[in-house]
């Protein structure tokens, strides 16, 4: 069992976000509102909390819940656990999670490049306003879209995201950042094109 590889105590601090995430978590899915006895509530919680006490480089952060939820509909405890694990080691996402986000900063910066070289309307017009990547892409960073693409679909996307990686996720933004060129490049109130970007 994955709890046999545990380093130390999640401190106070993660236990008590998890312990708030829990209930934000897909709280429209029949499994994870209770409905079903609590039972994808607490396999979540205790996938959370082994991971907390398995890796001291990371910090618990708000988007992990997503991400663990999304595998748990497709695995057990154990496997959600290592391929959570597989997520941080070996697809890069240790730097998102580790203090003052240095991945979150990588990634929007990536981002940025990618809009100015494929989609220049839409970068010329983020600019314009100031929208950085990291204020419409952190949730995306920090969840693998988990809490944006619909449950039924996440099995896809992580098939492709443990073939492709970053890569792919890369391609997923400037997929929809394409099918909503024309509403995004039309708005200029900040918070309407917030709105636009992330819908």
């Given at each position: 069992?994955?709890?046999?590889?545990?380093?130390?105590?999640?401190?106070?601090?993660?236990?008590?976000?998890i312990?708030?995430?829990?209930?934000?978590?897909?709280?429209?899915?029949?499994?994870y509102?209770?409905?079903?006895?609590?039972?994808?509530?607490?396999?979540?919680?205790r996938?959370?909390?082994?991971?907390?006490?398995?890796?001291?480089?990371v910090?618990?952060?708000?988007?992990m819940?997503?991400?663990?939820a999304?595998?748990?509909?497709?695995?057990?405890?154990?496997?959600?656990?290592?391929?959570?694990?597989?997520?941080?080691?070996?697809?890069?996402?240790?730097?998102?999670?580790?203090p003052?986000?240095?991945?979150?900063?990588?990634?929007?910066?990536?981002?940025?490049?990618?809009?100015?070289?494929?989609?220049?309307?839409?970068s010329?017009?983020?600019?314009?306003?100031?929208?950085?990547?990291?204020?419409?892409a952190?949730?995306?960073?920090?969840?693998?879209?988990?809490?944006?693409?619909?449950?039924?679909?996440?099995?896809?996307?992580?098939?492709?995201?443990?073939?492709?990686?970053?890569?792919?996720?890369?391609?997923?933004?400037?997929?929809?950042?394409?099918?909503?060129?024309?509403?995004?490049?039309?708005?200029?109130?900040?918070?309407?094109?917030?709105?636009?970007?992330?819908?």
């Amino acid at each position: 069992m994955y709890q046999k590889l545990v380093k130390i105590e999640p401190d106070e601090e993660s236990k008590s976000q998890i312990e708030r995430d829990l209930s934000r978590t897909f709280p429209c899915s029949d499994y994870y509102s209770g409905q079903k006895n609590g039972k994808g509530i607490d396999k979540l919680r205790r996938v959370l909390m082994a991971f907390a006490s398995y890796d001291s480089q990371v910090d618990y952060v708000q988007g992990m819940n997503f991400i663990v939820a999304s595998l748990l509909l497709h695995c057990t405890e154990v496997i959600a656990f290592w391929l959570f694990v597989a997520l941080i080691e070996d697809c890069e996402m240790r730097d998102i999670y580790m203090p003052r986000l240095p991945g979150l900063f990588k990634h929007s910066q990536m981002i940025e490049m990618l809009l100015k070289c494929h989609l220049p309307q839409i970068s010329e017009h983020l600019v314009h306003h100031s929208i950085k990547a990291e204020l419409y892409a952190s949730e995306w960073v920090f969840g693998l879209f988990a809490s944006v693409i619909p449950l039924e679909y996440m099995g896809l996307f992580f098939d492709e995201f443990f073939k492709s990686k970053w890569i792919f996720f890369y391609q997923v933004i400037l997929e929809l950042m394409k099918h909503h060129k024309h509403q995004i490049i039309i708005e200029d109130d900040f918070y309407c094109l917030m709105h636009k970007i992330k819908a």
